[in-house]
């Protein structure tokens, strides 16, 4: 029955072929708010009672869900608007909209939701939480178990909620990162939002703070574990034929897509060239 939708996302229409009444909506996966819809129904549990009552009358099988148009995420509300003004939907005679506002209080996802706390660490206030998370690119069933204490985990892409039962830990600030090339990092408010935002791993960041690895990708930290010293090489060969000096190995490697165990072979004569790098101590 629904196998025609697509996990895009767009409009929608839920058609009631006995009486030609529609309701219109949109959604960030077509085929998923469909087949909620449809399981609510099923259940007569759906929030919009004039939906619910036509289903119950006429049966499943007089309901046709159908894509309006394809939209992207950032264009849904405007575009839902637009097809709400456009069928009169609203309209009682004509369809089961009961608000002629996309993502007005009609629809239960749209009340205020209090008490979420963002990657940051500030208290947040949101309405209407589906369309939040269309906007935001997260997951709405994620902070809807947050909002209800349902969720195993303390957050959710760094973002809590005052009822989660597992409490995530005072966001403690970072101080004392050395970036990869030595320069000292301002302290970092929340690890984890800030590695993926720099594509580095926040487990191994933590480890490099607490000394029990040197480095991360290059980057150090002052009360880190300390390393015998960072070497200086002076025989490596571009691929062009010159010879350069690099000092901090790994951190050049990281810069240069070069894999660092095979600029040490090199040096160890393990390997012959790398990348069209080579290694000669004395000039030939």
Known sequence: MLNHLPHASGVYQILCLSNGKIYIGSAIDLHSRCAHHRASLRKRKHQNKHL????????????????????????????????????????????????????????????????????????????????FCRQKGLDFPSMHRLANGQSKLKSYKGWSHKNSVRKRDFIKVHEGFIDPDGNPVAPITNLAEYCRKNDLDDTHMIAVAHGRIVSHKGWTHVNGRKSLGIKTYQGFVTPSGKRVTITNLQAFCQDNRLDVVHMRELISGKRKSHKGWTWRLNDE
Do not use: M
């Open 52 to 131: 619910q009552a036509a289903w119950d009358k006429y049966g499943e099988v007089n309901f046709e869900f159908r894509t309006l148009e394809l939209a992207d995420p950032n264009e849904l509300l405007e575009l839902e608007q637009k097809w709400i003004d456009r069928t009169k939907c609203s309209t009682k005679e004509i369809g089961f909209n009961i608000y002629d506002i996309a993502g007005s209080p009609g629809d239960v996802n749209a009340q205020v939701w209090e008490g979420f706390i963002d990657p940051d660490g500030n208290d947040i206030t949101i309405r209407n939480l589906f369309d």
